[in-house]
């Protein structure tokens, strides 16, 4: 199974990125997808998650600015983020949960927030 992210990059502060990761190989079926990041020197943290009854979970910071859907039958999840803030720098890192209670992650991908 891999997990290929795409998009991130370098933003100024208030503007926009999105995010994409498809899962691939031999997966049994997606019970939930979801973006978790993780900054220097933090521990990774949950930015969103939406599951295979599109019920979504968002973290505090990030609620009204990202928004996360889920393509399931294309095993892909999307992260729109708008008005991005420099403490949204991080590396990004998708993760798929299967109904086998099987957790897979992707290789990040890094979005710098900077003037």
């Known amino acids: 199974v891999q997990l290929q992210a795409s998009g991130g990059g370098l933003v100024q502060p208030g503007g926009s990125l999105s995010v994409s990761c498809v899962a691939s190989?031999?997966?049994?079926?997606?019970?939930?997808m979801g973006w978790y990041r993780q900054a220097p020197g933090k521990q990774r943290e949950l930015v969103a998650t939406i599951n295979a009854d599109d019920v979504i979970n968002y973290e505090d910071s990030v609620k009204g600015r990202f928004t996360i859907s889920m393509e399931g039958a294309k095993k892909t999840v999307y992260l729109q983020m708008n008005s991005l803030k420099p403490d949204d720098t991080a590396v990004y890192y998708c993760n798929v949960r299967t109904i086998r209670a099987e957790n897979f992650w992707g290789q990040g991908t890094e979005v710098t927030v900077s003037s």
């Open positions: 190989g031999n997966i049994a079926r997606i019970n939930a």
